[in-house]
């Protein structure tokens, strides 16, 4: 039996639950997106899913459509790939537990693990480090120009600007917070990097494989 095996088993069995996947299972899971897809929609869930299900769900993730249209093949090919090869390796992983014979997939506790990992940078934005960078700068810019006592800068003085500085950072801190709980897998309806129709398996990067 592997020791990811049995840390499963430990964690099923009521035993230790504070054990940590490895850095690179983490991240050899999320580089797929159809087994990115996969945890969120288990999360949503909270219950063992019929594969049929949730194959029929990536679908429509995949293709940008509704769920209900859908169509037989198109669900067998995603149900082929998840039989064949993403539930079979998440669960030698230890991260959900796929059961075979009925047809059904869950999550193991190990998925609490993958939090930390989903800082998602949507396509043409600008990461928060360099938001924070720029607003650091201008701010620091302004307050400089302020003590140097070049008008009209001056105007607002220095509790002005402390409290200005001090609301803007709480006001951006906060919009930040609440962005990033929408980026955390399970935390809405669609996955954060749902990206519309795509229906060519060749057109993913490597990781996808």
């Known amino acids: 039996?592997?020791?990811t095996r049995g840390t499963r088993s430990r964690v099923a069995s009521g035993g230790?639950?504070?054990?940590?996947?490895?850095?690179d299972t983490v991240f050899q899971t999320l580089g797929n997106r159809r087994r990115r897809y996969t945890l969120h929609y288990l999360r949503t869930q909270d219950r063992p899913v019929p594969i049929r299900e949730l194959s029929?769900?990536?679908?429509?993730?995949e293709l940008g459509k509704e769920r209900n249209t859908v169509l037989p093949?198109?669900?067998k090919r995603l149900y082929t790939a998840l039989h064949q090869t993403h539930l079979p390796k998440m669960d030698r992983l230890g991260i959900v537990e796929y059961d075979r014979n009925g047809g059904v997939v869950s999550l193991t506790d190990h998925i609490d693990q993958f939090d930390?990992?989903?800082?998602v940078v949507p396509r043409n934005d600008l990461?928060?480090?360099?938001?924070?960078?720029?607003?650091?700068?201008?701010?620091?810019?302004?307050?400089?120009v302020a003590a140097l006592?070049?008008?009209?800068?001056?105007?607002?003085?220095?509790?002005?600007?402390?409290l200005a500085v001090a609301g803007l950072f709480t006001l951006v801190?906060?919009?930040?917070?609440?962005?990033?709980?929408?980026?955390?897998?399970?935390?809405?309806?669609?996955?954060?990097?749902?990206?519309g129709p795509q229906t060519d398996d060749s057109s993913y990067p490597a990781t996808e494989n």
Do not use: C, N
Request: glycine share 8%; aromatic share 12%; charged share 15%.
């Open 116 to 119: 930390v990992y989903l800082d």
């Open 73 to 75: 093949k198109e669900r």
């Open 149 to 162: 006592g070049i008008a009209p800068f001056t105007a607002l003085g220095g509790f002005g600007y402390a």
């Open 56 to 61: 029929e769900q990536l679908s429509a993730w």
């Open 173 to 195: 801190a906060a919009y930040h917070a609440l962005r990033d709980r929408r980026l955390l897998l399970g935390s809405t309806d669609v996955p954060p990097d749902a990206l």
């Open 127 to 144: 990461p928060w480090s360099q938001f924070y960078l720029a607003l650091g700068t201008v701010l620091t810019t302004l307050v400089t």
């Open 1 to 3: 039996m592997s020791s």
């Open 16 to 23: 230790e639950t504070d054990v940590q996947l490895p850095t």
